[in-house]
């Protein structure tokens, strides 16, 4: 791939106490360019001492800083001038997330527009932060508050690695919390470019700090330090499982945003014009990398085979290739092992005996890079592994069903529940369905637009908790009671 390098990329640091640093151990581990699979630089790895090292920063900052006690508006123009520092830094932050990912450029602009847009989102959100009263006759006055936490972890995955850490980010920090962030090992970059933009936006010493390095090492020391009250966590759901177990000693609060096997239900009645460019759009887009990606679809054999039809002809003339070609559509995965799990996929469905209607393979004049062409699964059942379990690639399996009854069942025949989608024009059986079906989410007639004061999260193995809008709140502070008597109400006299 033709990528000339348009910004300098220096080895990644750690971000600790308002300083970029290295390890305490000087170990380094590299991130490679998923498409020739060389090595682009090298990040800072962490251990557990360097993790030590972040989260006390970030206590002090919590504990003795200006931070939490700031008021409520010097936070949110502090937010609104990351956003500002996002956006005008974002050709840049697009640049190296495709350098780092392999999501397609014209993607990750839009990621970083989303980003510097949950930062804007936050400082406004926070304005209308407010407890509730309860009044009790003329006896008591009982009302609620909202105080920030602590010192929040922050664990994130390497699909849209920028825009899920400021996901986290602006909640975290708007409520008053302090945090220390462990980006995932195959996507460093953007996260060390963000610190730099926290840091250039004046948020104060110790108040976000960034320790890279691995899972097993960095991430479960960061669960486990006691000093550490909350961990948001995005990843895979056997991941999820284990932080939960780390974290049990220390009596953690989760935030738990897990995988998905999300399905697509057409039904025979929809604009099947729009559903088709939907159905196209969910699987495919950010290389099918995508937690909330439609990959079930579920099709109403009455027009099963005209819309396969119509997918393979979509399918086939998606433009993959270089993720810096601003037509491309799909880019290259994002590590070789991921490309080899997602290749396996394919073999594993053939030989349960689905058929692969396009794509399945290496794109032929694509010899290098982890290139893999859009695929479309057909003759697939529900109860095959490529129609259960997340691939969390440019893979789409097709199932036909013969009734709504049937939809249902098949729809929530899976352990997941994140998101789900229904095309029909029948109004009344949309909402039936929406109802019926096991997820956190159900988009009608519609792809994936995100509403950000609206509860994002996952039934079932998806995941624990919401975040979004004020649900954000819940989980990034401590509610607390007062009880205010007024006049004298009866004690009762002990002892007396
Ligand atoms: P992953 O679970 O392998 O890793 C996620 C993060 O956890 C990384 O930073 C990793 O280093 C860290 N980690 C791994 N082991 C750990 C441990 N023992 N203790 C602490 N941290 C640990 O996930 P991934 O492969 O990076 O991301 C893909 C997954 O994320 C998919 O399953 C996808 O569906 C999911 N995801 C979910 C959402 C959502 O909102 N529900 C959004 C995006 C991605």
Redo the contacts with the bound molecule.
């Keep these: 791939m033709g990528t000339e390098l348009r910004y300098e990329v220096k080895p990644v640091q750690h971000y600790i106490d308002g300083e970029f640093c290295d390890s305490i151990s000087g170990k380094t581990f590299k991130t490679v360019n998923p498409t020739t699979n060389e090595v682009i630089t090298t990040a800072a790895e962490g251990f557990s001492e360097d993790i030590d090292k972040a989260v006390r920063a970030a206590n002090r900052a919590f504990r003795e800083g200006p931070w939490a006690e700031m008021k409520t508006k010097d936070r949110a123009e502090l937010m609104r001038t990351i956003a500002a520092g996002i956006e005008s830094n974002s050709e840049e932050l697009s640049y190296l997330e495709t350098l780092d990912t392999g999501l397609p450029i014209s993607q990750t602009k839009g990621q970083a527009a989303r980003a510097a847009a949950n930062f804007r989102f936050f400082a406004e959100m926070i304005s209308r932060m407010t407890g509730e009263s309860f009044p009790v006759d003329d006896t008591f006055l009982n009302y609620t508050t909202m105080k920030p936490v602590g010192v929040a972890g922050l664990?994130?995955?390497?699909?849209?690695p920028l825009m899920?850490a400021s996901w986290k980010i602006a909640p975290c920090l708007a409520t008053g919390n302090t945090a220390v962030l462990?980006?995932?090992?195959?996507s460093p970059l953007t996260a060390a470019k963000l610190a730099s933009i926290l840091d250039a936006a004046g948020v104060p010493k110790g108040v976000f700090n960034v320790v890279q390095g691995?899972?097993?090492t960095a991430?479960?020391a960061?669960?486990a330090h006691e000093d550490v009250k909350l961990i948001s966590?995005?990843?895979?759901?056997?991941?999820?499982k284990?932080?939960m177990r780390?974290g049990a000693d220390t009596l953690k609060r989760f935030s738990m945003?897990?995988?998905?096997k999300s399905p697509v239900v057409v039904f025979a009645d929809a604009d099947l014009d729009r559903a088709v460019d939907a159905v196209v759009f969910g699987i495919y887009s950010l290389n099918g990398?995508?937690?909330?990606a439609g990959s079930r679809l579920l099709v109403e054999r009455s027009i099963k085979d005209e819309f396969e039809r119509r997918l393979q002809e979509r399918v086939e003339k998606i433009k993959i290739g270089d993720p810096f070609h601003p037509d491309t559509e799909v880019g290259a995965l994002i590590h070789k092992d991921h490309y080899d799990r997602v290749t396996n996929y394919i073999q594993i469905g053939q030989k349960e005996g689905a058929r692969v209607l396009a794509g399945g393979s290496r794109p032929r004049d694509m010899s290098q890079g982890n290139f893999l062409s859009p695929t479309l699964f057909v003759d697939v059942t529900n109860d095959m592994r490529i129609a259960q379990e997340?691939i969390?690639g440019p893979v789409l399996v097709s199932i036909p069903f013969d009734s709504e009854e049937e939809a249902v069942k098949l729809a929530n025949d899976v352990n997941y529940g994140?998101a789900s989608y229904v095309w029909t024009t029948d109004l009344t059986r949309a909402h039936r369905v929406s109802q019926q079906i096991e997820a956190g989410m159900v988009w009608i007639n519609s792809q994936n637009v995100r509403d950000l004061r609206t509860p994002?999260?996952?039934a079932k193995m998806?995941?624990i908790g919401r975040e979004g809008g004020h649900y954000s709140f819940e989980f990034y502070t401590e509610q607390k009671t007062i009880h205010l008597a007024m006049g004298e109400h009866h004690i009762p006299q002990f002892g007396k």
């Design positions: 664990i994130t995955p390497w699909n849209t899920l462990k980006p995932a090992e195959w691995y899972g097993e991430g479960a960061l669960v966590f995005t990843g895979e759901t056997t991941t999820g284990e932080i780390n945003e897990l995988g998905g990398e995508r937690c909330t997340e969390f994140l994002f999260g996952g998806s995941g």
